[in-house]
């Protein structure tokens, strides 16, 4: 029944995941695949630069709700299903799921975004306060830089961390912060592997910086 569960998780959670709406928001409303403009990718950070904040807030909340409704729904398999294997298994399992789905969307030619925002959603559904230290990461991080890529990174590489300190020292319910930071260290690695392309523009300082003027 565990294998059931899993296969049932991480099956739902992707199909979900596949539906990235930055690709979605641009077909619809303005008849164009965002893939096809300024850095080609289909997240919510390309939205607001082609089409402007109220397009970029309908992607950012369409995102981080599908990662956030995935967990909830691998949660509830879990708990249906395969009590016994814990409903945190089941969490993790569909914020996998739905990561990769958001990637390599099977709906559209398996060319998504970059993670971020569905990221976010899940952490939110499987732990609020793990979201909650992410995000004044993240804040900090492009306060000071006012590059987005870098501080989506830098919540990345927090993640395991917080997750690790968070599980060891204020919620022992589950008894396994090796794990629980093993599937976050997970969930990060996808993140960080799909910013690999920022990465190298930031070590050769060309990333783009919020306020900079576009280049022709």
Same mark, same amino acid.
């Given at each position: 029944?565990t294998i059931?569960?899993?296969?049932?998780?991480?099956?739902?959670a %992707?199909?979900?995941?596949?539906?990235?709406f930055a690709?979605?928001?641009?077909?619809?409303?303005?008849h164009?695949?965002?893939r096809q403009? /300024?850095?080609?990718?289909?997240?919510m !950070?390309n939205?607001?630069r !082609?089409? /402007?904040?109220?397009?970029a807030?309908a992607?950012?909340?369409g995102d981080?709700?599908?990662g !956030?409704?995935?967990?909830?729904?691998g949660?509830?398999i879990?708990?249906c299903l395969a009590?016994?294997? /814990?409903?945190?298994?089941g969490a993790?399992?569909?914020? $996998? /799921?739905a990561i990769?789905?958001?990637?390599?969307?099977?709906y559209f030619?398996?060319?998504? #975004?970059?993670g971020?925002?569905?990221? $976010?959603g899940a =952490?939110?559904a499987?732990?609020?306060m793990?979201a #909650?230290?992410?995000?004044?990461?993240?804040?900090?991080? =492009?306060?000071?830089?006012?590059i987005?890529?870098?501080?989506s990174?830098?919540?990345?590489?927090?993640?395991?961390? %917080?997750t690790?300190? %968070?599980f060891r020292?204020?919620d022992?319910e589950?008894?396994?912060?090796?794990?629980? $930071?093993l599937f976050?260290?997970?969930l990060?690695?996808?993140?960080i %592997?799909m910013? *690999?392309?920022?990465i190298? *523009?930031l &070590?050769n300082g !060309?990333?783009? &910086?919020?306020?900079?003027?576009?280049?022709n």
């Amino acid at each position: 029944m565990t294998i059931l569960a899993a296969a049932l998780c991480a099956g739902c959670a %992707y199909l979900l995941g596949s539906l990235n709406f930055a690709i979605i928001v641009s077909h619809l409303f303005f008849h164009k695949d965002i893939r096809q403009f /300024g850095s080609g990718n289909a997240g919510m !950070t390309n939205i607001l630069r !082609t089409f /402007g904040k109220p397009a970029a807030a309908a992607v950012l909340t369409g995102d981080v709700l599908k990662g !956030t409704c995935s967990v909830l729904l691998g949660k509830l398999i879990f708990a249906c299903l395969a009590p016994q294997a /814990g409903i945190l298994i089941g969490a993790y399992l569909a914020a $996998t /799921g739905a990561i990769l789905g958001h990637l390599f969307p099977v709906y559209f030619g398996f060319k998504g #975004g970059k993670g971020v925002s569905v990221a $976010t959603g899940a =952490i939110l559904a499987i732990e609020p306060m793990i979201a #909650g230290g992410l995000l004044v990461t993240f804040l900090v991080v =492009i306060f000071c830089s006012r590059i987005v890529s870098l501080a989506s990174i830098t919540a990345a590489v927090s993640y395991p961390i %917080y997750t690790f300190l %968070y599980f060891r020292f204020f919620d022992q319910e589950y008894g396994h912060p090796w794990l629980n $930071t093993l599937f976050a260290a997970v969930l990060a690695a996808l993140v960080i %592997y799909m910013h *690999r392309a920022n990465i190298q *523009r930031l &070590r050769n300082g !060309t990333e783009y &910086r919020f306020g900079d003027k576009k280049k022709n």
